[in-house]
């Protein structure tokens, strides 16, 4: 292990959290609630955690992740995680909500980056994973009563497979990272794509494409779209080259042109992949990504959930987020709960 100076110089998880990973520390497989208290960035030590969503309800962040398993040679997903807190320090990790095998359709140990919404009451939960028969990559959807859960199957199938967009890229992969957005006139639309982007309308009941797959025109875009809006701007954020850095795009419409405006966040440390989460919350807006910062295991595929401020300038462009080990700890002096 490497010494204490050195883990405080490099800005990485706190002691107790390395301890904690080290040992196999496994909290909330059964129906337990686990509290802990984030000292800085990562937010989370106990587990791996990656390719975080997020989503505000009833004034409480949530934070949806993957679990990084295995012996982090490779990506061994088997589950997905919900974390929720009311002032951004004390958090409470919930019983696992969701996990590759009940998709029925899913191969497991797949259960790659996704995202959760609200919608007249229930919360859907769009994830990707390997498709069991259907050559490649799929999106499916999951719902629930609670933000907490436990989710279940909505379709009882993928709700895009790899044929859907073949013509395209011609690889099996591209149906990724699904990234929802409800518009203000109630239209949701859903985002994917790796190497191209894509978008498509989704019905009222969230279940269904409700119209044609459309390629979004972005340059250099890898793979991570998220939507989030402020003002009269919509902004389409993503991973960008590889190792990955996050870009971003704005737009007047969520139907495009997209204007690219530049590089939003810098290589996310020794984590070759680098997924964001936007949102606004209690006044303040949050960037939520992964890095490799725990030590002495964290990296590519043993990643950990981040959070840190994100900034605007006058004109609506955004500020280059900087990654800190301090993260946001709002719950110092002055943070009204």
Known sequence: ?????????????????LFAVSAGVCQTEGNELFHFESTGNPIITHKYTA???????????????????????????PNWLVFSSKDMKNWTEHPMPLKTSDFKWAKD???WASQVIERNGKFYWYTCSEHAIIHGKAIGVAVADSPTGPFVDARGSALVTNDMTTKWTGISWDDI????????????????????????KLKENMTELDGPIIPVDLPAFTEAPWIHKKDEWYYLSYATGFPEKTAYAMSKS???????????NEIAGNSNTNHQAIVEFRGKWYFVYHNGGIQTEGGSFH??????YLYYNADGTLKRVHMT???VNEAAPGFQN
């Not at 292990?1 to 959290?17: D, E, F, N, V, Y």
């Not at 990643?303 to 840190?308: G, L, P, T």
């Open 1 to 17: 292990m490497k010494s204490i100076s050195k883990l405080k110089i490099k800005g990485l998880a706190t002691i107790a959290g």
């Open 51 to 77: 390719d975080p969503a997020a989503l505000i309800h009833n004034d409480v962040f949530y934070v949806y992740t993957g679990q990084d398993t295995g012996d982090g040679k490779w990506y061994d997903m």
């Open 109 to 111: 140990h797949s259960s």
């Open 177 to 200: 990272d699904p990234s929802v957005w409800i518009d203000d006139d109630g239209q949701a639309y859903l985002f994917w794509g790796n190497t191209q982007c894509y978008y498509a």
């Open 254 to 264: 969520i139907n495009g042109p997209w204007e690219y405006k530049g590089i939003l």
């Open 303 to 308: 990643r950990s959930v981040c959070i840190d």
């Open 325 to 327: 080990s301090e993260g």
